[in-house]
């Protein structure tokens, strides 16, 4: 393995661990009595400030901010404001729902991505993107179901965490697709890592105000004086390593290896969040929700992983091209 490529996978690596450690995170904030609405202006508000002192450090991405046009200017910040809905309903949600079980629900969004390039994007030919979200909805159906009766959260927070995924595949397919992705554009330089910079931060910086903005018109205690001094560490974790960080990293790995291939090595994500809420909070997932698990995972790799992944496996089968 080339010095490159190894470098790309370990970023990807971090970038995953960083993303599931954000419900981590989140749990010691919500057990101060802060609300998912306080915690994701904070987390945002830290994110979007040291993305722009990443950006404003290096001569290069600054010449990369001055370089974006108008129209992605206007796109990173629709995209930002968007950015809420997904956000919003994933730590809504973690207020009631365990950590382990939501980091499977929210997996499902590769699947889902897949079924949708079918008509809006750069898509997976033949059956393969139907038979991949048919068995993380099987996982997602186990996962749910595993839990013991009279012990699980609210049908209402399970609907938020559901919608989580939902959201963010189409905000994915979109973002592409107002980025200029097109079908025959495959294979096409994926642009600039200083533009990308910028445009994380001005992205950032709408999710940002956004929430900020919402915090003041629907009166949220937001302000520091009003934040338990216990809440602090879990605010500044959430904004740091699980905004900042992961979304740094998974930029810089993936224009190493490839956004394919990053989606594949990202598949740790929620195996990382499941090990970390059992060591740290004692939630543990009973065998049916594990094997629940193993399915959205197996969904996962198949919506990812390129046709001769298969082909190589069992010669002669070709479950793209059926």
């Not at 009631?96 to 590769?110: F, H």
């Not at 033949?126 to 186990?142: I, K």
């Not at 004086?225 to 216990?230: C, F, L, T, V, Y």
Request: with cysteine.
């Amino acid at each position: 393995m080339d010095r490159r490529r190894a470098i790309g996978i370990a970023l990807i690596l971090v970038s995953a661990c960083s993303f599931g450690s954000g419900g981590l995170f989140a749990q010691p904030v919500y057990a101060e009595g802060v609300g998912w609405h306080v915690l994701s202006a904070w987390r945002f508000g830290f994110g979007a400030l040291l993305a722009w002192l990443w950006v404003l450090a290096w001569s290069n991405r600054r010449r990369g901010l001055r370089m974006l046009d108008r129209r992605t200017i206007v796109v990173a910040v629709a995209l930002g404001v968007l950015y809420t809905a997904n956000s919003g309903t994933y730590y809504a949600g973690l207020e009631e729902v365990p950590v382990s079980l939501a980091s499977l629900i929210v997996y499902i969004y590769p699947a889902i991505v897949a079924v949708l390039a079918l008509r809006f994007g750069r898509r997976l030919e033949g059956r393969r993107p139907w038979f991949a979200l048919a068995l993380a909805l099987v996982g997602v159906a186990l996962a749910v179901g595993g839990i013991p009766k009279g012990t699980g959260p609210p049908l209402a927070a399970l609907a938020l965490i559901v919608a989580s995924p939902i959201i963010y595949s189409i905000w994915i397919v979109l973002s592409a697709r107002l980025a200029g992705e097109r079908r025959e554009s495959l294979g096409r330089d994926a642009g600039d890592g200083a533009d990308a910079a910028a445009a994380t931060a001005l992205m950032m910086s709408a999710t940002a105000a956004t929430y900020w903005l919402g915090a003041v018109v629907f009166g949220a205690q937001v302000t520091p004086d009003r934040i338990p001094s216990a809440a602090w560490p879990g605010l500044i974790g959430v904004g740091v390593v699980a905004t900042f960080i992961a979304i740094q990293t998974f930029y810089a790995g993936a224009r190493r290896i490839g956004a394919a291939q990053a989606a594949l090595v990202s598949t740790i994500e929620p195996i990382w969040t499941i090990v970390l809420a059992a060591i740290l909070f004692g939630q543990t997932l009973g065998p049916t929700q594990l094997v629940g698990g193993a399915f959205i995972i197996v969904g996962v790799l198949i919506a990812q992983a390129p046709p001769e992944t298969f082909s190589s496996i069992r010669p002669g089968v070709r479950l793209a091209d059926e």
